[in-house]
């Protein structure tokens, strides 16, 4: 779990994610909440074998009460879910 903390209406943020397969990957990033989180690269997130490749994410402001809970898939190339980072903002 993460939590971003917004000082202005927009925020941009790296998170390190791990390819622990022995073979190349493209990963699909998907949201439950594109009006508050965007993906640099089209959503797409190449990873090498066994390395870290970096997921470029842009925040906006939660409408509601100041803060969100945001839900960041990582999918296989099928948009099979891998895994769920969960989000904190506010």
């Known amino acids: ?39 640099r690269h089209k959503g797409l997130l190449p990873v090498p074998a066994n390395k870290r490749g970096y997921m470029k994410l842009k925040f906006c402001k939660p409408p509601e009460s100041g803060r969100a809970e945001v839900c960041l898939y990582v999918n296989t190339e099928d948009d099979q879910n891998e895994e769920c980072l969960r989000i904190l903002v506010k």
């Open 1 to 39: 779990r993460y939590t971003i903390r917004m000082n202005s209406l927009h925020c941009s943020k790296k998170i390190s994610y791990e390819n622990r397969s022995e073979q190349d990957k493209v990963f699909r990033l998907r949201t439950n909440r594109p009006d508050i989180l965007e993906f």
